[in-house]
């Protein structure tokens, strides 16, 4: 049996049809118990049917994605104690670049990919941000960091969120004012300055937003968390 319930004029005219299932239970005088009864009987008084047991791993996202709003928030506190104004985007959460750019390659401007390492040794950690179709040979870049060739690993996601905050799929050198102890190197492309640029962008501590920023705004945001990026110009994916 089907029911049409009027809503109260705020839900704009949408419908909620509520569906009455017939009843599982026996007839009187049948004889027969009601499922929950024969149930226990079969499973030897082991009661009712089973809770769904919650997903560990979604219990984290959550967890995840609501200390990013709050992040999101200082950090948007923080540009605003700056001047500064920038363009935000929200979309689906994205964990590769081709994942994020279906959704703000319309966006004219530099888009970003976000690399969080270590060298061999763990006594350094590095967020190499490059445009998002440069070639990033972390060999040639361990020699041009003076670590030398085959020193850069990817850190694991634990060091990141206790430097930045932010979990997988969410690295930004927006997150860099976490960093108050200034343990990770900003290892910038020197695209995202001298490339010609109206607005670079960059996620705000969560991988469901993109925030653009003029490349000024984006450097002078940088250096007010104490960190002064090391430029370098990485090749092209096509050469």
């Known amino acids: 049996m089907k029911r049409t319930y009027n809503p109260p004029p705020q839900l704009c005219g949408a419908f909620l049809f509520v569906v009455f299932a017939p009843s599982q239970h026996p007839p009187p005088g049948s004889g027969q118990a009601p499922p929950s009864r024969r149930r226990s009987r079969r499973r030897g008084g082991a009661g009712a049917l089973q809770r769904a047991r919650p997903d560990p791993d979604m219990e984290a996202r959550g967890q995840q994605a609501a200390a990013g709003a709050g992040l999101r928030g200082e950090l948007e506190a923080r540009l605003r104690t700056l001047g500064i104004s920038p363009l935000c985007v929200e979309h689906p959460e994205v964990f590769t670049v ?23 040794k763990k006594k350094g950690l590095w967020l190499v941000t490059a445009l998002h179709d440069r070639q990033v040979n972390l060999n040639d870049l361990g020699k ?25 799929g969410c690295a930004t050198p927006l997150a860099l004012f976490c960093d108050t102890g200034g343990d990770v190197r900003l290892v910038l492309d020197a695209g995202f300055l001298d490339g010609g640029y109206d607005r670079v962008y960059f996620h705000p501590m969560t991988n469901a937003v993109t925030m653009g920023l003029t490349p000024e705004d984006f450097l002078r945001f940088v250096k007010s968390t104490g960190h002064d990026p090391l430029l370098i110009h990485f090749e092209d994916n096509g050469k």
């Open 144 to 168: 041009k960091l003076g670590l030398g060739s085959g020193t850069l690993r990817f850190a694991d996601e634990k060091a990141m969120q206790e430097k930045l905050k932010v979990g997988q």
């Open 98 to 120: 081709e994942e994020l750019m279906r959704h703000v390659g319309h966006l004219r401007g530099g888009h970003s990919k976000n690399l969080f390492l270590r060298d061999k």
